[in-house]
């Protein structure tokens, strides 16, 4: 038999709200992106199109010894989510099917090393191939038990430059900058964010006085973080530890320096959360900025090799720059990519490198076309931080490279 308890009117609605969110497991997101409100901030975007191209020939001389694989995440689950209500989503665990189990995995990668060259398959007998995959999936820190068959797939890849006959020529090919494509800012997708990311690592920044930078469904949540502001307001350190976690995430930004297309801006991680401060604080030295998605907005191609040693083939990726900001009565576009401080990884060694050539590359197209635009890319650190807005503050901005950068470019 069901207890029944006595809720007091005040806090049934909110407190009952609350505890079907837990049985649930509804996560909440807010969604930020371009708002028409704000489109005198929307300002000219420049990218290059690009198209593949035979560049080079490689001629094998030497049989890769194994294969170069990266494995993606997988699980045997995954939460799935959809509305169930105006107030948030309902989480769905959902069990994949069609996984292999390593020992699955590897009589199939065997059976394809057979049917590809029989004496690399005879270097490759189960016991090594299990021993290898085992290891590549703890390196990735993922299950060792399967595979996914985007792993399986991947691991088949992996073996394919080792299939190749020696002293024959191999094509290589390059993607080449190609013509001037516009990017619309009113055009860039809408992108979402979680309540947990906003509490664990994330930064919310919106117009002081705003009533209204959320539509539909996301009022009611938006109205809810409002109220836990003021219950930080009203109580400090009395308020509810969750109130607190959300509160302390939103920043009020004065109408005057809040210089962006978007409804909000939102900042992911603590680099980030860092640099926004200090741009909303030099509000007077630009006269628009965006915060990109990392996926969606803007990209153009790089390529790396993930390894800092051994030889390792080229992997090739796009890349979306952090922040876009125009200088105040200026042509002159900054392109900013934030990172933790030491990050010289050789991803974004060749991040820079390739990032670099492609502004480089878009200005001379620019200036040949006649167009006043041009782009300043940058790589910061949050040390580099106070240094770069001096630059911008001096106009001395062009040509000038961060600490960061020149680490990256040794």
């Not at 930020?32 to 001629?59: A, C, I």
């Not at 299990?130 to 399967?146: I, M, N, P, S, Y």
């Not at 628009?288 to 090799?305: D, H, L, Q, T």
Request: proline residues 4%; hydrophobic residues 35%; glycine residues 6%.
């Amino acid at each position: 038999m069901l207890e029944k308890f006595d809720i007091h009117p005040a806090v049934s609605g909110s407190l009952g709200v609350n505890l079907l969110k837990e049985v649930l497991e509804v996560e909440n997101t807010l969604t930020w992106g371009y708002d028409p409100r704000r489109s005198k901030y929307v300002f000219p975007l420049h990218n290059l199109r690009y198209e593949p191209e035979q560049t080079t020939v490689e001629t094998k001389r030497e049989q890769a010894k194994e294969p170069d694989v990266k494995f993606q995440p997988q699980d045997r689950k995954t939460t799935e989510y959809s509305t169930f209500s105006e107030t948030g989503k309902l989480a769905v665990e959902i069990e994949h099917h069609g996984l292999f189990e390593i020992e699955e995995a590897v009589k199939l990668l065997r059976l394809f090393l057979r049917e590809k060259d029989e004496k690399i398959a005879a270097a490759w007998p189960k016991k090594r191939l299990r021993e290898f995959v085992v290891a590549k999936l703890k390196a990735a820190g993922q299950d060792e038990t399967f595979l996914s068959k985007e792993n399986l797939l991947r691991l088949q890849q992996g073996f394919g430059p080792m299939f190749r006959d020696l002293d024959k020529q191999h094509p290589r090919m390059s993607q080449m900058a190609k013509g001037i494509v516009a990017v619309d800012l009113a055009e860039v997708r809408q992108q979402s964010f979680s309540e947990s990311m906003l509490k664990e690592h994330g930064a919310l920044y919106t117009v002081n006085g705003d009533a209204s930078p959320f539509t539909g469904q996301e009022v009611h949540l938006w109205d809810q973080y409002q109220k836990f502001r003021k219950m930080c307001a009203d109580y400090g350190d009395d308020a509810s530890d969750g109130a607190k976690a959300i509160a302390t995430r939103i920043h009020q930004v004065d109408l005057s320096a809040f210089k962006s297309p978007w409804n909000v801006h939102y900042a992911s991680h603590e680099p980030e959360r860092n640099f926004s401060d200090l741009l909303f604080a030099n509000g007077a030295l630009f006269d628009s900025f965006v915060k990109m998605p990392n996926v969606g907005g803007y990209a153009f191609p790089y390529s790396y090799k993930p390894a800092k040693a051994a030889k390792t083939h080229v992997s090739n990726e796009n890349f979306n720059p952090d922040f876009f900001i125009k200088v105040t009565k200026a042509h002159d576009i900054l392109v900013v990519e934030v990172k933790a401080e030491g990050d010289d990884s050789n991803r974004n060694k060749a991040k820079c490198r390739d990032g670099l050539k492609h502004f480089e590359t878009l200005n001379e197209r620019l200036n040949a076309a006649k167009e006043p635009w041009q782009y300043h890319f940058y790589f910061l650190s949050p040390e580099d931080y106070t240094s770069f807005f001096q630059q911008v503050r001096d106009k001395t901005y062009d040509g000038w490279k961060s600490g960061l950068m020149q680490e990256l470019s040794e």
